[in-house]
């Protein structure tokens, strides 16, 4: 599937990724207000010798300042172990977010439940561990997408694809050009034609094993 997405891209001439960029620059250039669904997805991020990265710290601080507006029933951490590393990103998220969270003054007026989703790899495990594990609690599927804003619009396909009704919390406050920013855009328009070849050619087929992955 991937080297039939690289075809793709080439066959379009790298249009469809200029197609994808754009989309995702749309999502992320947006005002958005903090969201009310009742339950709040944190999205992991690989871990560098077991210690969270700025990203990934960035995505907690704005769940913990999202709280000083509205909070959620449920506060899922997703990530599991990756790489070399022996810690669980949702592990080390939550641990993070309790060290902020006492810096604050909003401890003792939190009730919600804590959930760390730690056995995914990737975003669609991410999405996929956390939808079994909320329909095996008699959850709705209404979820606030937590993650970097070059991330939102990727998160939410897949989520929706899954079964999920979704908003955003973007750990930026707002969107700031650079070009570092733009090569995570190109890559995520092409993790994005990735998913959503895959997505094309197993319904095309009919090839149950491969929708089973994306489903």
Not at 89 to 111: H, M, S
Not at 143 to 168: D, K, P, W
Not at 182 to 204: C, I, M, N, R
Request: hydrophobic content about 40%; charged content about 20%; overall charge positive.
């Amino acid at each position: 599937m991937l080297s039939l997405s690289v075809f793709g891209v080439l066959l379009s001439g790298g249009l469809v990724l200029l197609w994808h960029g754009y989309s995702i620059y749309k999502v992320a250039s947006r005002h958005y207000v903090v969201s009310e669904k009742p339950v709040w997805l944190l999205f992991g991020l690989a871990l560098k010798e077991n210690e969270s990265q700025p990203e990934y710290r960035q995505r907690i601080e704005a769940a913990v300042n999202a709280l000083q507006t509205v909070q959620p029933k449920m506060l899922v951490f997703q990530g599991g172990v990756t790489g070399q590393n022996i810690l669980t990103e949702a592990v080390v998220g939550k641990q993070y977010f309790e060290r902020v969270l006492a810096k604050t003054t909003l401890g003792k007026t939190l009730d919600f439940e804590i959930i760390l989703e730690d056995r995914s790899r990737n975003t669609l495990e991410n999405l996929k561990y956390t939808r079994d594990f909320l329909q095996s609690q008699n959850q709705p599927l209404e979820s606030a997408l937590i993650t970097n804003r070059y991330h939102l619009l990727r998160c939410q396909v897949m989520a929706e694809n899954l079964g999920f009704n979704t908003e955003f919390i973007p750990a930026e406050v707002e969107w700031v050009w650079s070009s570092k920013q733009l090569s995570k855009v190109l890559l995520e328009a092409f993790f994005l034609h990735w998913y959503q070849t895959g997505k094309f050619v197993s319904q095309l087929i009919k090839n149950e094993g491969m929708l089973n992955r994306i489903k």
